[in-house]
């Protein structure tokens, strides 16, 4: 029998992660990337003997990668445990010094690193922010003394939401607003539901605190002053397993996902822009049929999978005619998480150098304010809060000898602004590498620089095709939270999904990749396939056509 064939659009790391998932379904899988190499977001600029990663550096949950490079063909796995009891042992986070379980380490070496963060406020003192209890309480007492107390209410605070929101509700596909409603007593008894700031700020007195504790959801493009306190598992999530790198950089992980993909026999294809989904008419119904490409080429599919941006998806790959929920006006509606401007630039060492870590957060003078000029005003300040990624302190082979290879990432309003980047972005980059100099985070640095590139939220948008240039999708709000949040089963379309940061449960490495698995299993229900004994065809489906297809009326 002939197995059915799946199109998987793009190739960040929750499109291949879907794709692997779709392999080792039972479809036979290719991927079509648009670029000209695969990663997505997480692309690699190589240039004068420097490795860049453009995109997420962190890397959480390694048991989730783990469990990828443990697929086989036919054999997809869907039914075992989320989190096995040996993930959540006592020690499990590190082993040997690595990171990685014994078939991730077949593909990709990746180490803990510590502390997690480092995090600098604009007087100069900072906190090494890491798992360890009593160092956490020793730099509470060294900055904020009166906000011990205040700590241990909020550790237990946040470990009730992680357990609850992650443990048990972190794979939960919600499809119907019943299935959100089921849950939402459980979220406003844990106190869930209110914004992040407003939870932190009822357990610590010190500004420096509340932003130690709060600042996370940036990193998926969260304002902490709007997303729900349920991100606060974010912290419980990195306590439990860490964070961690991928030795040659995250690109390297992205590499070894595709090798995976492709022995199970996926194949990628680079250089195929999309210029739309096939949608066919079938009575009421509409079914997505495959893709077009670019250069006018149709690719046949007996489903599509889009790990484009949400917004991007149904406004310029899938015709109007066809969209019933997923309109226009709705899909503008949405809200669009902040952009960045990332600054990549490699530079000499030399003796005395300060002594920063693999991760860095830079605070500015304002916090509150900063947020919200560039989350709601969409204003580009004076002042600025950065991100500084050396990941050559853990991996010299990413630069020449003697050289470090770094970026500064800098949260800016998405181009629902009206900033000229053209006009501003030079004189922008000069204004923070001029800080990181004179401040003394690496003096003499302008001096230094042997390589120096940016991009700006146009790339996001021109480029990686991001609606307004967005950095992380869809804004994580309560109000685009779970059912609320785009979902990863088509309402419209019959066969057609979604996977990524724009869906459920949203952005950030490790939400990307339960993505990927949440929305093969409703391909596997859809395909009505046992996700335990495959055998490579799909079985159960009554005249060629997915379950799905019966639901998807316009």
């Not at 490699?346 to 957060?361: E, F, K, T, V």
């Not at 230094?448 to 950095?471: A, C, K």
């Amino acid at each position: 029998m002939t197995r059915q064939r799946a199109i998987v659009i793009g190739s960040g790391i929750g499109g291949i992660a879907c794709a692997i998932r779709l392999q080792s379904l039972g479809f036979d899988t290719q991927i079509v990337e648009q670029l000209a190499d695969v990663g997505g977001r997480a692309y690699v600029r190589r240039v004068d003997g420097f490795v860049f990663d453009m995109g997420p550096t962190v890397l959480t949950v390694p048991h989730f990668i783990e469990e990828l490079f443990s697929l086989e063909r036919d054999a997809a796995m869907l039914n075992e445990p989320d989190f096995p009891p040996s993930v959540l042992a006592e020690g499990s986070r590190v082993v040997s010094g690595a990171s990685g379980g014994p078939n991730t380490q077949r593909y990709v070496d990746i180490v803990p690193i510590l502390p997690f963060y480092r995090i600098y406020f604009d007087d100069g003192s900072f906190f090494d922010y890491d798992a360890d209890p009593v160092n956490v309480r020793a730099q509470i007492a060294r900055l904020a003394p009166e906000d011990l107390d205040g700590y241990e209410r909020f550790h237990e605070a946040a470990r009730a939401i992680f357990e609850r929101g992650f443990l048990e509700l972190g794979y939960t596909y919600f499809g119907s607003l019943g299935s959100m409603v089921g849950v939402l007593p459980d979220l406003l008894k844990l106190g869930a539901i209110q914004p992040l700031f407003s939870l932190i700020s009822k357990y610590f007195k010190s500004d420096k605190m509340r932003q130690v504790f709060s600042f996370e959801p940036l990193l998926i493009g969260g304002n902490p002053l709007k997303v729900p306190a349920i991100y606060a598992m974010i912290h419980f999530v990195e306590k439990t397993w860490g964070v961690h790198f991928a030795v040659g950089g995250t690109g390297a992980l992205v590499k070894a996902m595709v090798r995976k993909f492709e022995e199970l026999g996926g194949s990628v294809r680079l250089n195929a822009k999309v210029d739309r989904i096939e949608v066919e008419k079938r009575g009421r119904k509409r079914v997505a049929t495959g893709v077009t490409l670019a250069n006018g080429e149709t690719l046949a599919a007996d489903l599509v999978v889009s790990n484009a941006d949400y917004a991007t998806t149904y406004l310029k790959l899938v015709d109007k005619a066809h969209r019933r929920i997923n309109r226009d006006a709705l899909v503008k509606f949405r809200k669009q998480s902040m952009s960045l401007m990332v600054i990549y630039f490699g530079y000499r060492m030399q003796d005395g150098d300060p002594d920063l870590r693999h991760h860095n957060i830079i605070l500015g003078p304002r916090y509150e304010e900063l947020l919200t000029d560039i989350f709601e005003r969409k204003i580009l300040a004076d002042d600025f809060s950065q991100y500084l990624h050396i990941p050559t302190i853990t991996d010299p082979s990413l630069a020449p000898a003697g050289h470090h290879a770094a970026y500064t990432l800098i949260p800016v309003p998405n181009n629902q602004s009206d900033i000229d980047w053209d006009a501003v972005g030079e004189g922008f980059a000069d204004t923070v590498l001029t800080f990181l100099d004179e401040r003394g985070y690496i003096p003499g640095l302008r001096e230094r620089i042997v390589h120096r590139s940016f991009v700006t939220p146009d790339y996001f948008e021109e480029v990686l095709g991001s609606h307004l240039g967005n950095g992380f999708g869809v804004e994580p709000r309560m109000t685009q939270t779970a059912f609320f949040r785009p979902h990863n089963r088509s309402e419209d379309i019959a066969n057609l999904y979604l996977v990524g940061q724009g869906t459920q449960p949203g952005g950030g490495t490790p939400s990307v990749m339960m993505s990927a698995k949440m929305t093969v299993r409703e391909i596997a229900r859809d395909f009505a396939i046992d996700p335990r004994i495959v055998g490579g065809v799909p079985a159960g489906i009554a005249d060629d056509r997915p379950l799905a297809m019966e639901r998807a009326e316009v």
